[in-house]
């Protein structure tokens, strides 16, 4: 249990179907992200909320659309999305600010979009 | 581009050490992690290095070059439960986390 908390923890959607997945951390962090994890490639980081305040956005889709309403909540709604989207979605926080500022891990939604 | 090297897969015997290396090219730099994934679960951290050499932490240590960008994970008395994805992770001058693709550490009886 790392004090991040993510749901539902498995989702299956079709391509039209709007869905949102959610992340929570209870660590009083002030930084979280949202990572998308495909089989044997690095990581992807999608979005990264600084204080509340979007501070990356690497290029993400507009299907994939971030919503971080307060410190320790995190959402990611998802539209029409496409096949390829079909991953694990991993939400992560960290305490910016201090040394090495590890990012702590929830157990990530695995996707799949038919 | 930035880049960060290491192997897909290895394998080892229990109660034996391995070593699984980490090699990156990146714009500036600000730490190296290394993370353990098992299969289905979340990345969990394991090590943080910034100055150049060895910080050990119980069975596991892990040491950076900095001149070389180099890094290695050093496991020992492995282990059945030290299968899993190894993860290494460079925070750029930008402090943002540039991943491996992680290396997948199989231990046989």
């Known amino acids: 249990e790392t004090g991040v908390t993510q749901t539902p923890r498995h989702l299956v959607m079709g391509m039209t179907n709007k869905k949102s997945l959610k992340c929570e951390q209870h660590l009083g962090h002030n930084a979280m992200y949202w990572y998308k994890q495909s089989a044997k490639k690095p990581l992807e980081l999608m979005f990264v909320?600084?204080?509340?305040?979007?501070?990356e956005n690497n290029s993400v889709p507009s299907r994939f659309s971030p919503e971080c309403p307060n410190s320790s909540h995190l959402f990611l709604h998802l539209h029409t999305l496409q096949p390829e989207d079909s991953a694990l979605y991993l939400c992560?926080?960290?305490?910016?600010?201090?040394?090495?500022?590890?990012?702590?891990f929830g157990p990530g939604t695995r996707l799949t979009v038919t | 581009g930035q880049n960060i090297d290491q192997p897909t897969e290895m394998t080892a015997t229990e109660g034996a050490i391995v070593q699984i290396n980490c090699t990156y090219q990146t714009s500036g730099f600000n730490g190296l992690f290394w993370y353990q994934q098992h299969a289905g679960e979340a990345p969990t951290f394991l090590s943080y290095?910034?100055l150049d050499g060895l910080e050990e932490k119980g069975r596991f240590s892990s040491f950076l070059s900095r001149s070389k960008g180099y890094s290695y994970l050093l496991l020992k008395e492995l282990q059945m439960k030290d299968s899993a994805s190894y993860l290494c992770a460079v925070k750029d001058s930008n402090y943002q986390l540039i991943w491996g693709a992680g290396t997948k550490l199989i231990i046989k009886p």
């Open positions: 909320y600084n204080f509340k305040e979007q501070t």
């Open positions: 290095n910034v």
């Open positions: 992560a926080s960290s305490q910016e600010g201090t040394e090495s500022y590890e990012q702590y």
